[in-house]
């Protein structure tokens, strides 16, 4: 079965690295996203991994994968205001016409 | 620029009503999606179509039915709002091919009173 989980809130100062967890637990997973959502908008897509990847880096944004514990972790650098809003780990599976399972969301507050 | 555009920002309806919600995408992608949206339960899959006049349940599909009949306009019926409907519906796109990505609309709030 699909079943994404986060934790629901992280505060972190300005300047410092957050990190944002997620576990799934299908494991016919092809593709892992990062979403973010900032206030009265709609999901716009930070990053992906493919599952055969273990670790991605993109600017300021570094996704690790570990598939043995189906974990999946966005590490965000020099966390700036602009980064408080709220983040979505999604899976999608290729053999299901890559439809898109959600986690609840991490709602990430950084402090000046 | 690619689109997803939903048809309304905020709409408010009365328990009993028909509501309908429209979504169209200019990418030409095969699948579109109707997800809603509440504090604390993240995005929840209502419906789910691949292909014109085809279309999937979701997680949670009791209450909603959906229509395809262009492949770029997938729209989502409440036969008979009720309160507990009242949330954030978001609708999006994505391409059955490479990375399978997806798009979203800006999401349309409604309050069924």
């Known amino acids: 079965g699909e079943d994404v989980e986060q934790s629901l809130f992280l505060s972190v100062r300005e300047g410092d690295s957050s990190v944002i967890n997620c576990t799934y637990t299908?494991?016919?997973?092809?593709?892992l996203y990062w979403y973010k959502q900032e206030p009265g908008a709609g999901l716009q897509l930070l990053t992906y991994?493919?599952?055969?990847?273990d670790m991605k880096q993109d600017q300021r944004l570094t996704v690790l994968l570990n598939k043995k514990d189906k974990h999946l972790s966005l590490r965000i650098a020099d966390t700036q205001t602009g980064d408080s809003a709220i983040y979505f780990c999604?899976?999608?599976?290729?053999?299901?016409?890559?439809?898109?399972?959600f986690g609840g969301g991490t709602r990430v507050l950084v402090k000046p | 620029d690619v689109k997803v555009t939903q048809s309304s920002r905020y709409l408010v309806k009365r328990t009993g009503e028909k509501v309908f919600l429209e979504c169209v995408q200019d990418?030409?992608?095969?699948?579109m999606f109707w997800y809603r949206q509440d504090p604390g339960l993240g995005l929840r899959l209502i419906y789910f179509?691949?292909?014109?006049?085809?279309?999937e349940k979701g997680d949670i599909p009791e209450g909603y039915s959906v229509s395809r009949e262009k492949k770029e306009r997938f729209s989502l019926i409440l036969e008979s709002a009720s309160t507990n409907q009242t949330s954030m519906y978001l609708c999006?796109?994505?391409?059955?091919?490479?990375?399978?990505?997806?798009?979203f609309g800006q999401g349309t709030r409604l309050t069924v009173v």
């Open positions: 999604a899976e999608s599976i290729s053999a299901a016409g890559n439809k898109l399972t």
């Open positions: 179509s691949y292909d014109v006049k085809m279309k």
């Open positions: 999006a796109s994505s391409s059955r091919g490479f990375r399978g990505e997806a798009f």
């Open positions: 299908d494991s016919s997973s092809t593709y």
């Open positions: 991994i493919f599952s055969n990847m």
């Open positions: 990418m030409d992608h095969e699948n």
